[in-house]
C-alpha cells in the first residue's frame, strides 16, 4: 500500500461579508446633525479606543462585524473604502468590535457634521477588501439618517409691526397676524405665540394672541381716552424642542380717535 498525504491550500474564492444590524445589503444608522468631533487624523484604534466612554463616542458608529470564509491572510478584511457622498463626512476604519472583542468590525468616524437642513438622509456606497492577492471585494450601501438638532432661532416676519384701529372696534376683531419661521424639523421646529409685555400695561386685558395661528385679537373694546394712542406689545415665537429658543418682535398700534364723546 502507499500512503499519499494531499494537502488542500486554500484559494482567495469568498469575498468579504459584514453582519449588519438589519437589512442584508444596507444599514440606516442614525446620527446627531452638525455633530461637531474632534480631529482624528490619522485614525487610528487606539485613537477609537480612546473616545470609548468620553463625550466624543457619539462620533463614532460600528457599522457591524466583517467576515470572510477564507483562511490565512485570504480571510482577513483589511481594507474599507467609501463613495464620495460618505468620503466627505466620514472616515472607516477597521478595528476590534465594541460588541464582541475577539471580532473586527468596520467603523465609521464623523469627521464633518452635516446639516439636516440641507438633507436628512445621506446614502454612500462602501467597498470591503480581504487581504488575498489579487483582493477579492464586496460592495455596500450604507443609509445615515440625520436627527435634527435644535439649532435654528425662530425668525419673525417683521422686526417691528404697525397697525391702525379704529377704537370702538367690537370685540375679538383681528388686529393682524404675527408670524415666523423656524427652519429646524418636528417639535424643533413646531412654533408657540405669546405676548410678553404690553405698554400701557392697562391695555394687556384688552388684547389675546391665538398660540397656534399667531392672529392677534381685541378682547372688549379699545377705548383711546382709557389707553392712550399708541399700545406697545412685544410678541414671542417660541419652538417645542426640549431646550426652546425663542426670538421677538414689536407690534405697535395705533388707536384713532372716533368721536364718542
Avoid at 106 to 120: L, P, W
Avoid at 206 to 228: A, I, Y
Wanted: charged content about 20%; glycine content about 8%; hydrophobic content about 35%.
Amino acid at each position: 500500500s502507499v500512503a499519499v498525504s494531499v494537502q488542500v491550500t486554500d484559494v482567495n474564492d469568498n469575498s468579504p461579508s459584514i453582519r449588519f444590524r438589519e437589512g442584508q445589503y444596507r444599514l440606516r444608522l442614525s446620527l446627531e446633525e452638525e455633530l461637531v468631533c474632534p480631529p482624528a487624523d490619522p485614525l487610528s484604534c487606539d485613537v477609537i479606543a480612546g473616545l470609548i466612554g468620553t463625550p466624543n463616542q457619539s462620533c463614532l458608529v460600528e457599522v457591524g462585524i466583517v467576515e470572510d470564509r477564507d483562511t490565512g491572510v485570504e480571510g482577513e478584511v483589511t481594507g474599507v473604502t467609501l463613495g464620495a457622498a460618505g468620503r466627505e463626512y466620514f472616515t472607516p476604519i477597521i478595528c476590534n468590535s465594541l460588541k464582541l472583542m475577539t471580532r473586527r468590525a468596520v467603523f465609521i468616524y464623523n469627521r464633518a457634521g452635516a446639516d439636516k437642513e440641507n438633507q436628512t438622509l445621506l446614502s454612500f456606497a462602501m467597498s470591503l477588501q480581504d487581504g488575498g492577492s489579487p483582493p477579492l471585494q464586496s460592495d455596500w450601501l450604507l443609509e445615515v439618517q440625520l436627527s435634527d438638532v435644535n439649532d435654528n432661532i425662530p425668525s419673525f416676519s417683521e422686526e417691528r409691526y404697525g397697525v391702525s384701529l379704529a377704537e370702538n372696534v367690537t370685540h375679538g376683531t383681528v388686529i393682524l397676524k404675527i408670524s415666523a419661521v423656524d427652519e429646524d424639523q418636528g417639535e424643533n421646529g413646531t412654533l408657540r405665540y405669546s405676548i410678553l409685555e404690553v405698554t400701557p400695561s392697562n391695555a394687556a386685558a384688552f388684547l389675546s394672541v391665538d398660540s397656534v395661528t399667531g392672529e392677534m385679537r381685541t378682547v372688549g373694546v379699545l377705548d383711546r381716552e382709557q389707553l392712550g394712542s399708541r399700545i406697545e406689545v412685544t410678541v414671542q415665537s417660541a419652538d417645542q424642542g426640549a431646550a426652546p429658543l425663542s426670538s421677538t418682535s414689536v407690534v405697535v398700534i395705533t388707536l384713532t380717535d372716533i368721536n364718542d364723546n
